[in-house]
């Protein structure tokens, strides 16, 4: 994989580590970052990430070969149909969002001839936020999602994964909708029960509070309006996942309720036994 061209809509962690990993890997020739933060490009530049820094989305996908939008989820659509309306016909386009149905159902059909949009997700990431906690390692070893329409060209999508495994990830092929409902569990749900039990964490108390709480809440300290656009955008399938962890917190509360403890027991060890697994993985 060789891009000559490659532009980055959002500077932040994830934009700045597929920036870093691309150049240490030799994927582009030459690297354009694009953002409404000055601060964010100028220190971007700066480090060497980027070899050019534009506030000027259609000026950048116009000299672009493959565009990464690394925005919040509520903006990419119309971002990708924006900037498709300066693109060179098979400048190829996909992004980096934690949601992927609504974003695909926005674009598709919208978007000129010769330009094509692919949806992707890299697992990876962190609750810090910001180009100066990217890393050119982020991707290595993790799974990137990518959510293609039925009818994708297979040459872009090729093209695609070969861009994210040249950054050092494996990729998964998906439904956007199976990809929502699957990511709702795995990723969604864990962050909004993080900031839940930190946020009723009485001031008084904090001095009392070790690995254990410490661990269990690191994601609440992830971008609020960041997380809020993604819990709206895959709010029914999140909505979903509230329900099996409620139904499994009454399974808790029951046994506590009846003191038997051997409920209790069996509960706590189904749980050790798949985060067990997970650490094997």
């Known amino acids: ?19 870093l990993a691309a150049r240490r890997r030799g994927v582009a020739e030459r690297i354009i970052g694009v953002d409404r ?18 506030a000027d989305l259609g000026a950048a996908a116009a000299a672009a070969d493959l ?13 990708v149909v924006e900037a498709a309306r300066h693109c060179r ?57 990518v959510t293609p329409d ?3 060209p297979h040459d872009a999508l090729s093209a695609i994964g070969a861009f994210w495994s040249a950054l050092g990830a494996t990729v998964r092929i998906m439904d956007a909708e199976e990809h929502d409902r699957a990511l709702a569990l795995t990723s969604h749900l864990p962050h909004l029960l993080s900031s839940a039990l930190a946020g ?17 809440t690191r994601l609440a300290s992830g971008q609020p309006s960041l997380w809020s656009a993604i819990f709206h ?28 403890r051997r409920s209790i027991e069996t509960l706590l060890q189904r749980g050790k036994t798949i985060r067990d697994d997970l650490a094997k993985s």
């Not at 933060?37 to 480090?47: F, Y």
């Not at 565009?67 to 971002?79: M, S």
């Not at 009723?200 to 108390?205: A, N």
Request: proline fraction near 3%; charge should be negative.
């Open 67 to 79: 565009i990464v939008f690394c925005t919040p989820v509520d903006c990419i659509a119309e971002q």
């Open 37 to 54: 933060r000055a601060e964010a490009l100028g220190r971007a530049v700066a480090d060497g990430m980027l070899d050019e820094a534009s």
């Open 200 to 216: 009723i964490l009485p001031t008084e108390l904090q001095s009392l509070t070790a690995t254990g709480f410490r661990d269990a």
């Open 89 to 145: 016909s098979g400048t190829l386009l996909t992004d980096v969002g934690s949601t992927k149905a609504a974003i695909v159902r926005v674009v598709r059909g919208r978007l000129p001839d010769g330009v094509t949009f692919l949806g992707s997700h890299p697992l990876a990431g962190s609750e810090k936020h910001g180009p100066e906690h990217a890393s050119a390692q982020l991707f290595e070893g993790r799974l990137v999602v």
């Open 1 to 19: 994989m060789r891009i000559s061209q490659l532009a980055i809509v959002g500077v932040g962690l994830l934009g700045g580590s597929i920036a």
């Open 233 to 260: 955008a895959n709010r029914t399938h999140l909505l979903a996942a509230l329900d099996l962890l409620e139904a499994q917190l009454r399974l808790f509360r029951e046994a506590l309720s009846h003191q038997d």
């Open 150 to 152: 039925a009818d994708a």
